[in-house]
């Protein structure tokens, strides 16, 4: 019974959008009666990641950041301060995405490690399975408790590191216990999972790569979880994977590749959320980032909020804000000829262009679409600015646009230009909705991780080479107008590269982080904060409901 009120705990303290029901009499012996059974047990805590990968957790990630914003829109989206409290690196202990994030790791840590558990005791040839399927089985929920732990080390520091679903009101421990922990974890994984061969679709299991990527995450990033440099061990492992040892993979030859509808087919997806209309469906997006009449455009069903968009390139007069601070400014870092910077288009049986919504909004089949707040019957025009700008004339609260402030509250409802990096179909093919999985690794990130730890070892030339690999691809013909050179890549050409190539994939803070940008960097309405923000507080739920938990230093 402590293991159900342990699981109990960990729910209250971590997931609302949870279905699951635990029993005190039902044993692995009673339950499993196929491989049905125990395929349905391990695939439990994977659809718990698939929930964790966007929400609040992507919102720590990037709202924080400088690539994007959720501006307060006329009568619409202030809510209570939240936007703007994130924007600012005001956030407190009490905020609903720390709240969220906090209980959802904890509780995918859970529901992994109860899977595990069950999974350990049982005699995998009673179900005409092997001890290596069972190894397997074990290491990918291995691999996703690291996963969940490494995610928490990121946002937290510390967290309570457990083994066994007993005891309640545990502690936090220290940092480098927890990075020790997960470093156990994962290399354990690597020596039992399957390696990928040649031509094997991306399902959502972990195979040996995947670990690999995390342990490469977690070295990568060490100075700032410990204080400790480890580029040196994270340069090795991506030179392993670049090198096929654990397993095959290759850079996808069309930027679309790893985004698109077939991207389970993709050699550059090592381990993604599977997704599909009505399922597990890679949709959390949608709602926020479009326009209400955005249905019009993609010509299909459903209700958008109107509320994300990217961080302005450009001020209310037309001016660009790179001459005042050289983070933030997402669209205008896209070179004019890159083939994503392009109005997004469905063209069709599943093929699609471009990667963004600006300027003028148009149905297909090229009719005006028209507002419905400050530009009511009036045409959309999505500008890559911020500014009131419905309310500059005569008579109006503004002369003209040299007066008009550009900040978190001045927002309309067609101000940002917004992403789709998710493609979505038409109506007339609706059976391909959220048909593209969510790539939560690919070999992209290596092929970065490994340039960037070779700039900081001073050899820009084979950085470059590594990076303009990946570019190339987003060019017609290949010929890249302004590729990486060892003249131009410096910290903040880095940064903009893994801001162009993984816009919108939910790492941008801690990008920041690992440059020591996070809290000294400017960017549009967001002036420098204080080094302790680099962390999130311990909620204030969390602490009320276990009082063994330390706040972070700061807070």
Known sequence: MKKILFITMILLTGCTKLDQQF???????????????????????FTHARWYLGEDRWNLQEYTADQFAITTKGRHWYNGGE????????????????????????????LALDAKKDLEKLDYTKFALTQQDKDDHVNQLNTLIAFFYLRGLDYFGGLPVFESLQGENLPRNTDLETFAHIEKLLKTAITKLPKKKAGDREEGAFRQAGAAVLLARLYFNANAYIGKPMFAECRQICQDILAKQYGDYSLDPAWYGPHTFTNDKSPEIIWSIPSEFNKLQYDWFFNPFYHYNSTKYFDIDGGPWNGAHLTPSLKPTGEPYAADFRLGSPFAKFNNADL??????????????????????LTPAGEVINGSEEYKDKPLVFVDQVARFSEVGPGKRYASVNDLPSKMSEGEENTGVRLVKVPIPNSADKNLRWGADNPAIRLTEVQYMLAECLLRDGDKGSAATLINAVRKRNFADGIDPDPATAANLDEYRMLDEWGIEFLGEGRRRTDLIRWNKFVTGTWWDHNPSDAHLNRFPVPTQAISGNNNLKQNTGY
């Open 340 to 361: 994503r910077k392009r109005p997004y288009k469905y063209l069709g049986g599943g093929r699609y262009e471009g990667m963004f919504i600006f300027g003028p909004h």
């Open 83 to 110: 936007n703007e409290r994130y924007h600012y690196h005001r956030w407190t202990p009490d905020d609903g995405w720390i709240w969220g994030s906090w209980r959802g790791t904890l509780m995918g840590v859970a």
């Open 23 to 45: 029993y005190d009499r039902v044993t692995p012996e009673t339950f499993f009666k196929s491989e049905k059974d125990i395929k349905a047990v391990l695939y439990r805590p």
